[in-house]
């Protein structure tokens, strides 16, 4: 048996990453991008790393219109590595990019990213994952991988609830182990996606706010203070839908990032870019799953108001057309 | 009987307008400043406004150094028109700028303002006093009035009770008043504090951590939203404290903000200058009081940190000595 083909839709920080290490590993991976597509052909895909450097000289790269035409081959495995703010472009390829028995998987930020993908192709089963990582985009097919890499993957179930350790799990678990990638299988998707969202929620959105890196955030009491409630508000959604957090998880996220280098978040290099902010997976959709489970996350909202205020004002004065494209550095 | 002679601490927007109008109206005016009274003996006083331009040619001012030796002759009324930030640096000067039966007027922003000038003069009547104006500083001795003027006074009691309309309270509104300013007395001054920072607490953060003028917030839905959940809070607040609001007053604010000109808030032009923020007035006490009665100010306590944030980073950036000074600009 062969190993599984991968199309990886995004060519950013993180489809760049970790498509050149699947490639690198000997998957066959196809690459779907809006952009970037002529400068992959001639240059190839370049990641430096501190895990070693990869370069691939002969790339199967496509642009989104030939994926629409149906003119890309189908996979085993489709990777969703788009900004959430681009999902809406890229749910109408995915019937063609896949064949009977191929998983899609969601490596994205936020809350049920997983829904919409879901409903896109029905007949098939979709695994979210989450990845820790600080990675740039520097360039077309240019990546640059700066620290930590881990990617936690849970089977995606439209009830919600724990979908155990999957078949489809433990293959994507095989395959990003089998690239060199440090991969956590868990059962519970929802409550890896809120976990996630304790340490976002609050270091994204006042980094942006406040334009500030973590490690400013943490030495200033006032605001460190105020990282911690909003930790406590996610922890407290997460509890009142379903998933309750461990109480030694928020000093926990709060020392790893006293112990964090002090990167920019990914949220606010988006900002900082003028690229659209992901506010609907981060903040959106927490927000209203609390609400309809009775509880309030009253900080968080205040944040995100200020942040739709911030990003609005943003998408005016950036030009339409302006350069778009994915990164991520802070852990996200 | 001669006119009440007036001893204004600070030759800012606010000391600068409402001391040139009691001098013009007739009053022996004294000024005590920090800086600029070289420029002002030399050059005189100089208010440009709507309501009729004033030039003092001839103007009785002393640095804070005099004062401190007790080189000015005492007053009848001293007016303590500095910022809050600056109040501690001139509790000192009172006892010696007052005589048997002087009043002291706290002509400033914020909650609690008239406590530690009590303190400092226990034998005095202190008055509070809030100026709805927009008014700036625009060089040594020179005020650029743009709207509005307004203001509200009532006297102080140590026990925080509605102290009614007195002698102290009336003498004032009848100077003001022939000075041809909008005076309006009232007998809670507690009560009229929070009321004002039903308006202050929401648009002067905000327009910091968010850069943006009264109008912005209002038109962009979400943080007109949340200026209304902070206009609440400060509500509560004021009811926890014993001061009930009318529940048509956030309403009324609300209007009244939308048909204003889009003025910047006081605490932005104080940011924009890099002068320290009026927080512990504005944010500290309010939330402290409301905490101490039960009531907790979520939101607010939480732009009070993104505040302190953003104080302490321009504290560090701005050079020690840079030009401080009063100015006021949105109704403050």
């Not at 749910?91 to 063609?96: E, N, S, W």
């Not at 724990?162 to 990003?176: I, Q, S």
């Not at 200020?306 to 943003?314: E, I, K, M």
């Amino acid at each position: 048996v062969g190993a599984r083909s991968y199309t990886v839709i995004g060519l950013g920080a993180i489809g760049g990453f970790y498509g050149a290490r699947l490639a690198a590993a000997g998957h066959p991976v196809r690459f779907v991008t809006r952009s970037d597509v002529d400068a992959v052909r001639d240059g190839g895909l370049r990641v430096e790393s501190p895990l070693g450097d990869v370069a691939l000289a002969d790339v199967e790269v496509h642009d989104t219109e030939a994926a629409r035409r149906g003119e890309v081959e189908p996979s085993d495995v489709v990777v969703v590595a788009v900004k959430t703010t681009d999902t809406a472009d890229v749910l109408a390829l995915l019937p063609a990019l896949v064949h009977d028995g191929s998983t899609i998987v969601a490596m994205q930020n936020g809350l049920g990213v997983e829904g919409p993908i879901a409903d896109a192709v029905p007949e098939h089963e979709v695994v979210g994952a989450m990845c820790f990582i600080c990675s740039n985009r520097v360039g077309p097919g240019r990546i640059r991988h700066l620290d930590y890499g881990r990617v936690t993957v849970a089977h995606h179930r439209r009830d919600g609830a724990a979908a155990g350790l999957t078949d489809e799990v433990r293959a994507v678990v095989d395959d990003l182990a089998g690239a060199g990638i440090a991969t956590v299988a868990i059962d519970d998707l929802a409550a890896a996606r809120w976990r996630k969202l304790v340490w976002n929620v609050p270091y994204n959105g006042l980094s942006v706010v406040l334009d500030a890196g973590t490690d400013e955030l943490m030495a200033d009491p006032g605001t460190r203070r105020l990282v911690e409630q909003i930790m406590w508000e996610v922890v407290a959604g997460s509890t009142a839908c379903g998933t309750p957090v461990d109480d030694s998880f928020v000093a926990e996220m709060l020392d790893d990032t006293d112990k964090m280098s002090p990167y920019a978040t990914s949220m606010k290099l988006d900002h900082e870019a003028g690229r659209p902010l992901e506010l609907d997976a981060i903040y959106d959709a927490p927000i209203r799953a609390a609400a309809a489970a009775g509880y309030e996350m009253v900080r968080t909202a205040a944040l995100h108001d200020q942040l739709r205020f911030l990003d609005a004002r943003s998408r005016r004065i950036t030009p339409a057309g302006a350069a778009r494209g994915t990164s991520r550095a802070t852990p996200s």
